[in-house]
């Protein structure tokens, strides 16, 4: 105690002094104008400069964004990550990197959901304040869904993996595609086939990329919840957040039951999406988690519909 009653307070050098000490310098003379009527404009600079571009824009940006679905919780809230883009003809210097930043702080001020009617206005809207003839989104986010125990009934989240694609041509017009990831249990044919008892089981990732046909319309049918049901339905068995004994007995019986390749698993969903009018071009992966291998096991197939395919 006497020793610490003896330390004298430090005596430290004002906050101006302590910023000079690790470089801050005067600012110096300020000679270039502030008004933006009076600054340069590098980026409309009009010149030959040798290429187009096929995309030019910003990406890697996070904002909120508000998730509707069929399934339970019906409306939720999560944090969008965007990507914003339009090309650019060789004889412009750049795109104004502001204005999509610009334009996604409106909507997220009216509340930005996520779906096609909505990227549907924002990319004609973009292509026009770029002044570009196209303009393109990609946003991805974590979508939840309510998930119950077949037996106990108790509820849990999980969540799939979407990407949402929209792009806007003056000349073409619109395309919409979209991705959704799913996590899905399959287990082996092969174990279950060569063994006295028991058999293998793994986590199977599932990944649908899927083209919509022209006026398809996500508010009136939502391809997340048809999509997850392609993927879980054609699985082993499905992912539950909450398991009592009970239902962890019925989780593994169906497993038993509906033994999966990954080669079944892309040839079964492949099968689904086919079967909806709203798809006109899909591929389908799926990499299974070796239970019994330091390997991954992988299969995909993909299929473009012909005019007589699509409804």
């Not at 292509?127 to 106990?152: M, N, T």
């Not at 395309?175 to 399959?186: G, I, K, P, R, W």
């Not at 009592?244 to 698993?265: G, H, I, Q, S």
Request: hydrophobic share 35%; aromatic share 10%.
């Amino acid at each position: 105690m006497d020793k610490l009653n003896t330390i004298s307070r430090k005596r430290l050098p004002n906050k101006e002094e302590r910023h000079k000490l690790f470089g801050s310098v005067v600012p110096g003379p300020r000679t270039k104008p502030t008004e933006k009527s009076q600054m340069p404009d590098l980026q409309n600079v009009q010149k030959d400069f040798l290429f187009d571009l096929d995309v030019c824009g910003v990406s890697n940006v996070k904002y909120p964004i508000a998730v509707h679905s069929e399934l339970k919780p019906e409306t939720q809230t999560s944090i969008g990550t965007f990507s914003f883009s339009s090309t650019i003809e060789k004889t412009s210097k750049g795109t104004n990197m502001s204005r999509f930043m610009e334009q996604l702080n409106q909507y997220h001020e009216n509340g930005f959901a996520a779906d096609f009617a909505t990227l549907r206005v924002f990319t004609k809207e973009l292509a026009e304040r770029l002044e570009k003839p196209d303009a393109e989104i990609e946003v991805s986010f974590p979508w939840f869904y309510e998930r119950r125990g077949p037996q106990s009934g108790l509820a849990g989240m999980n969540h799939a993996d979407v990407l949402l694609k929209a792009r806007y041509d003056e000349e073409t017009g619109y395309s919409f595609s979209a991705t959704l990831s799913v996590l899905v249990t399959t287990l082996c044919p092969c174990s279950k086939e060569i063994s006295e008892y028991s058999a293998h089981n793994q986590r199977g990732h599932v990944t649908m990329h899927v083209d919509f046909t022209e006026g398809y319309d996500d508010v009136l049918t939502d391809w997340k919840a048809l999509l997850l049901e392609a993927a879980e339905s054609n699985a082993s068995s499905r992912l539950h957040p909450v398991l009592k004994r009970p239902d962890e007995k019925v989780v593994t019986e169906t497993a038993y039951e509906n033994p999966r390749f990954v080669e079944d698993m892309v040839r079964l969903v492949a099968a689904d999406l086919y079967e909806m009018p709203f798809v006109k071009k899909f591929q389908v992966i799926c990499r299974n988690e070796e239970s019994i291998h330091m390997h991954d096991a992988i299969a995909s197939l993909s299929y473009t519909k012909s005019d007589d395919e699509v409804e």
